[in-house]
């Protein structure tokens, strides 16, 4: 599926599916400009959802950075060969859009209006974690979740290609390893800088978090992994016969760049903090909030996109079913 727009009535209407003659294979993050313009990425044009790892493992640039023009009904590419391209959000300034490239631990930014319009940008390198969603919090700080860390054996996985072929080679026939681990959400300025992270070593694939008055609310995209149970014999005889090639990932561009230690780093602060609606919002990934009416809306693993009414207090919540999309949502703007 592709781009939806959800009137407040909850009639829902199909944007986009498509691209350059093709159907849209992995639509991820989204956000809206006050123009009206539609950003999107596509993280994947090979790999669908089910099969997002295979991407990472693949090392190869299959994302994308796109627009919808509501008035045109024109779907264009912007930024192709991205390294899994994920979260969406105008800046604050209106002038670009940033996004997320998980695989390569970064965000970018690309030029939508004044005389750099059409160029591309660094935003935010070497981030402390492989960023999945971002979001602005109109207080002049961009939040940016992490589904891991860039723990030793992801650093080395992602820069030899036979380990990546080994790993989904057990991913296709034993099951995925769990390999995330200390998920948590960055804060950078304006610049791209950070000044902020919060993580916690039980936690993983955080997928967005948002600010709202003094509480932050992250929401974890919970999976099924199996153990990380390694039957050597079987990986070498699998490996010779599999077809699966994974490519050299730049490498190098991962410390290009000394980024400086953030200024409040809480590794309890996640820990210490309680699980909201628990049972109630199955696989979140992305969020949109109305601060008038003081609702979260969030895309959910079953399809739905669940309503979360927000109370004075900050720490009170009423979680309903609002939409069905019949798919699964995973960007969400308002």
């Known amino acids: 599926m592709g781009v939806l727009n959800v009137s407040v009535e909850g009639k829902v ?13 992995f639509a991820d993050g989204v956000d809206i400009a006050k123009d009206g313009m539609i950003y999107f990425t596509e993280a994947s044009y090979k790999y669908s959802l089910p099969n997002f790892i295979f991407d990472v493992f693949e090392g190869k640039p299959h994302g ?9 009904k024109e779907t264009k590419i912007l930024v192709r060969d991205l390294y899994f391209a994920n979260g969406v959000q105008i ?11 998980t695989v390569m631990r970064r965000c970018k930014k690309y030029i939508r209006e004044g005389e750099k319009q059409g160029t591309l940008e660094s935003f935010a390198d070497n981030l402390p974690g492989m960023p999945d969603n971002i979001r602005y919090d109109d207080e002049g700080h961009y939040w940016i979740a992490f589904s891991t860390s860039p723990k030793p054996y992801w650093d080395i996985a992602l820069r030899y290609p036979f380990i990546r072929k080994g790993l989904a080679i057990i991913t296709r026939y034993i099951g995925r390893p769990h390999m995330e681990k ?3 959400l960055g804060a950078v300025d304006l610049e791209g800088n950070l000044v902020a992270h919060y993580y916690d070593p039980k936690l993983s694939m955080i997928s967005v978090g948002n600010k709202i008055g003094n509480y932050l609310y992250p929401l974890v995209d919970y999976a099924l992994h199996v153990a990380p149970i390694v039957f050597a014999v079987a990986v070498v005889l699998l490996y010779q016969a599999d077809p699966f090639d994974p490519a050299s990932l730049p490498a190098h561009e991962l410390t290009n760049k000394k980024v400086p230690t953030a200024t409040k780093i809480n590794s309890g602060v996640l820990k210490e903090s309680e699980f909201i609606v628990s049972g109630q919002v ?3 990934e992305d969020v949109a909030y109305e601060p008038r009416s003081r609702y979260m809306y969030t895309g959910c693993a079953d399809g739905w996109i669940k309503r979360i009414k927000v109370g004075e207090s900050g720490v009170d919540f009423v979680v309903e079913d609002w939409v069905n999309t019949g798919g699964r949502p995973l960007g969400i703007a308002k």
């Open 64 to 72: 994308s950075l796109l627009s919808f023009d509501p008035i045109t």
């Open 91 to 101: 800046s604050a300034d209106q002038i670009s859009v940033i996004f997320c490239e």
């Open 13 to 25: 209407e199909l944007l986009t599916d498509e691209v350059e003659g093709r159907k849209l294979k």
């Open 282 to 284: 199955f696989g979140p």
């Open 182 to 184: 200390n998920g948590g």
